[in-house]
């Protein structure tokens, strides 16, 4: 299995990092892409990505830095032909949103050259996506809005989650964005061979302790505190360096095969 991360950044696109993307590909050269941060079709496109490869797209939660590539991707898929059907998961909450933003941008489906198909997101359901078995896991990285939806007269589920990718005979976890370390205990609950996980919503020996109980073949951090250069600030972190397991910083287009 290989992972390309397309976008790294903390939430804010920088000179050296995009925002929130990764590529799955399995040895037959089939993909998933994880979250769909900008600018993920250009990255695409420069990286020389067959499009038709790729089968879903799973959009963790709908922070812009994770979705905001999600209708470009879509009118790219559209002008260069695609023809592969492509099924996107999603939080319920965005599905409505997206299909009527799609149509608004004449992304109409009778013309698509591809059989688009937009699903909600189920926690706790195994869900069989193309090449790749998906369990996803709810998390409360978005809690905090509930009570300012509401007060708005917009009572938003909030919704956000992990997702573990199953595939030849490997088991990766892609956390999302957290609110705590512990919403890992879950995912990592079954053998994991790569946890590919943010760090920017936690102290380094919270998410060390976590990871350290239900320890991973490897960890992998994306989407953490990064100097104006694109430096991870945490790369010298004693805890993170004296982890059981190997750790690695990704930066935008690192390539991990595991
Ligand atoms: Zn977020």
């Given amino acids: 299995m290989k992972l390309r ?4 950044s903390d939430g804010i696109p920088g000179l050296h990092r995009a925002n929130s ?10 993909g998933i892409l994880i979250d769909c941060g900008e600018p993920v079709a250009a990255t695409l496109i420069r990286q020389n ?3 038709n490869s790729i089968e879903s797209v799973v959009m963790t939660h709908l922070h812009a830095d994770h979705s905001g590539g999600f209708t470009e991707l879509i009118q790219t898929f559209q002008l260069r032909r695609r023809e592969a ?32 198909t ?15 078995t998906l369990d996803f896991y709810s998390n409360e990285h978005l809690a905090v809005y509930r009570p300012i939806a509401k007060k708005e007269g917009y009572p938003a589920p909030c919704e956000s989650f992990s997702v573990a990718v199953r595939a030849e005979d490997t088991r990766a976890v892609f956390s999302g964005d957290l609110k705590y370390p512990d919403e890992l205990l879950t995912p990592l609950q079954e053998k994991t061979d790569l946890l590919v996980s943010e760090l920017i919503h936690f102290p380094t ?3 060390a302790a976590v990871a350290e109980s239900r320890l991973p073949g490897k960890i992998v951090f994306t989407h953490y505190r990064n100097t104006p250069e694109g430096e991870p600030v945490d790369a010298e972190d004693a805890i993170l360096k ?5 750790v690695e910083f990704a930066y935008d287009l690192t390539e991990i095969t595991y």
Wanted: proline share 7%; net charge negative; hydrophobic share 45%.
């Fill in 49 to 51: 990505v067959d499009l």
């Fill in 5 to 8: 991360f397309l976008g790294t």
């Fill in 85 to 116: 059907p492509l099924t996107v998961y999603m939080p319920a909450e965005g599905i409505e949103v997206f299909t009527t933003l799609l149509r608004t941008i004449y992304i109409y489906r009778s013309i698509m050259p591809f059989e688009l």
């Fill in 21 to 30: 993307s990764i590529l799955l590909q399995n040895s037959a050269g089939k």
């Fill in 205 to 207: 020996s919270t998410f």
């Fill in 118 to 132: 937009i699903l909600p997101i189920e926690a706790g359901k195994t869900v069989h996506a193309g090449s790749f």
């Fill in 242 to 246: 004296n982890m059981a397991c190997p």
